[in-house]
Nanobody, 123 residues
Framework: VQLQASGGGLAQAGGSLRLSCAAS????????MGWFRQAPGKEREFVAAISWSGGSTYYADSVKGRFTISRDNAKNTVYLQMNSLKPEDTAVYCC?????????????????WGLGTLVTVSS
C-alpha cells in the first residue's frame, strides 16, 4: 500500500490544521492506521492511532483533547484534525498502516509508511 500525507503548513498558536492521508489499494479497511511526528533534533513519536473500523482511537497524552483521528474507509483516507495548536506541535507528520494491530503506539507494528507533511506552528 502507498500512503500520501497532505494538509501540513503554517499555523499560528491556537489555530487548527487538518491532515489527510490517502492510501492506495483495496484493503484499506483492514489496516490499523497511525500518525507519528518527528520534530527537528528529536526522535519520532506517536501521535494518534485508529482501529480498522474507526471504533477505537488512541492518543498521545500531549495531544489528547486537542487532536482527533478519524477515517473514511470509502475514501481510503485517514485524517488528523489538529486544534489548539502549540509551537511544540511543530514537526513532520507521517501516517502509517499496520496489517497486524488495530491501533498501536509502537512504530514497530506498522508495515507501511508515507512521506511526511510539515506542520509549523508559530507563537
Amino acid at each position: 500500500v502507498q500512503l500520501q500525507a497532505s494538509g501540513g503548513g503554517l499555523a499560528q498558536a491556537g489555530g487548527s490544521l487538518r491532515l489527510s492521508c490517502a492510501a492506495s489499494g483495496r484493503t484499506f479497511s483492514s489496516y490499523g492506521m497511525g500518525w507519528f511526528r518527528q520534530a527537528p533534533g528529536k526522535e519520532r513519536e506517536f501521535v494518534a492511532a485508529i482501529s480498522w473500523s474507526g471504533g477505537s482511537t488512541y492518543y498521545a497524552d500531549s495531544v489528547k483533547g486537542r487532536f482527533t483521528i478519524s477515517r473514511d474507509n470509502a475514501k481510503n483516507t485517514v485524517y488528523l484534525q489538529m486544534n489548539s495548536l502549540k509551537p511544540e506541535d511543530t514537526a513532520v507528520y507521517c501516517c502509517a498502516a499496520s496489517t497486524v494491530v488495530a491501533g498501536s503506539r509502537d512504530s514497530m507494528w506498522y508495515d507501511f509508511w508515507g512521506l511526511g507533511t510539515l506542520v509549523t506552528v508559530s507563537s
